[in-house]
């Protein structure tokens, strides 16, 4: 078996980045969960200005991913978009205001 040094010298930048963009989605994700049920408000904005940061890092991962070509997205269709936004801004016009 080899030793950790010696396994992660075998991982080339592709792999490298890809467990990083996948632990900031998991950060992230965390992040938000501490954020939205925080009871104190200081420490709910703290938690927002670090997921803003987790944001910026995890965007600034994905787009060294993708001008590699290691993250591939396709456009999106226009007409679904529109559909999206039309079904989303229903929804949102129908819940109460708080």
């Known amino acids: 078996m080899k030793n950790p040094e010696q396994a992660g010298q075998m991982l080339g930048e592709k792999e490298i980045l890809n467990d990083f963009i996948i632990s ?4 992230s994700s965390s992040y938000n969960t501490f954020a939205g049920e925080c009871v104190n408000e200081q420490l709910r904005n703290a938690f927002l200005n670090i997921l803003d ?4 890092i995890q965007a600034c991962i994905f787009s060294n991913m993708q001008s590699k070509g290691w993250y591939k997205t396709e456009p999106a269709d226009q007409q679904k978009v529109q559909q999206a936004k039309q ?5 949102q016009q129908a819940m109460p205001s708080m």
């Open 24 to 27: 900031q989605k998991l950060i």
């Open 53 to 56: 940061d987790e944001h910026a």
């Open 87 to 91: 079904k989303f801004t229903q929804a």
